[in-house]
């Protein structure tokens, strides 16, 4: 006897704005925006696990990170994520930016316990990669990237700190590290004062990392140099107009790029797509706060964390890494 399973049907949110035929090729205007989950505080740092085909992403309120995939659906993967401490931490405790590293081990930025750290996917056990500068504090570090060479880039701001920026137990200013092979870790771009997600170009001769800034809400583009140090920063895309003229909701905050070099940043209204000569071509428009989003499937799935959603829409284009 055939037995035949019937394909889940999600509802849908949003819609896809178009300001440029590039998009065409990118994203069809007519694409669904499903919520494949929900009921969560704050949904971030989404990352595709390639080998085991599930997506992890953090609830940084609550501590935890879920795993979603599409038989099983949302489950907690690892609780707590980012604060092992005694008593309460802030309002942000938990782990925030998720990737998988060159050897198959997850990699998280943590809020609450203020480092970065590895785990083994198949053993657990937790390794700190980096939980200070020259002897000082992080504040709470929220996204991270691996370049294919091993050294590891995060942004180091103050929203996890229970405080924030005026919080008593803060050591450092706001920047952007890197954390070489050899485990040493050196300050590569001070010049932001909320730096938050960010992403290789195809090619790593560029590093691109998102300001959430109200008055300077903007997309900054690095030049990579050979030593893995960063040159003089450019603004890549202003985004601040959304915000004061056009009255849209969100910052600058994750961001991940296809393999035709194309942003897809989340920021005001929802996920930007930003052309590689930073051109708006058009927006995936969430209804909500976007904060994060991810490749999966065959990488041309993209994965949205948007205030308490888990959502997805299937594009044209191919993100990097697959």
Request: aromatic share 10%.
């Amino acid at each position: 006897m055939l037995t035949t399973h019937a394909q889940k049907v999600y509802p849908t949110l949003g819609k896809i704005t178009q300001f440029d035929s590039a998009l065409e090729s990118l994203v069809s205007i007519d694409a669904k925006i499903e919520i494949i989950s929900s009921g969560y505080v704050w949904s971030e740092g989404p990352v595709w696990n390639k080998k085991g085909k599930y997506l992890l992403f953090s609830d940084v309120p609550v501590n935890t990170i879920f795993k979603w995939n599409e038989i099983e659906g949302a489950t907690i993967f690892l609780s707590p994520s980012g604060y092992t401490g005694l008593g309460e931490y802030g309002d942000e405790p938990g782990s925030n930016g998720l990737t998988i590293n060159n050897k198959g081990e997850l990699i998280a930025c943590e809020h609450g316990d203020r480092r970065v750290s590895s785990m083994s996917l198949t053993l657990g056990g937790k390794r700190t990669l980096a939980d200070n500068y020259q002897g000082k504090r992080f504040n709470s570090p929220n996204d991270v990237v691996q370049h294919s060479g091993g050294a590891y880039y995060f942004t180091d701001p103050p929203y996890g700190l229970p405080k924030k920026e005026k919080d008593p137990s803060r050591e450092l200013e706001f920047g952007v590290y890197r954390i070489g092979t050899d485990g040493k870790v050196t300050l590569v771009a001070n010049d932001l004062e909320r730096p938050n997600g960010l992403a290789f170009s195809p090619d790593e001769k560029t590093l691109y990392v998102a300001q959430s800034h109200e008055d300077k809400a903007i997309y900054m583009a690095y030049p990579v140099n050979e030593d893995g140090s960063l040159g003089t920063g450019k603004v890549f895309f202003d985004a601040t107009y959304m915000l004061k003229n056009e009255k849209r909701s969100g910052l600058p905050d994750g961001l991940k790029i296809d393999k035709k070099g194309n942003l897809f940043a989340t920021g005001p209204g929802g996920v930007l797509i930003i052309s590689p000569a930073g051109k708006l071509l058009g927006r995936i428009e969430t209804g909500s706060l976007a904060a994060n989003c991810a490749w999966g499937d065959d990488g041309s799935t993209l994965y949205i964390t948007a205030d308490m959603y888990l959502c997805r829409v299937k594009t044209l284009t191919t993100g990097v890494g697959f």
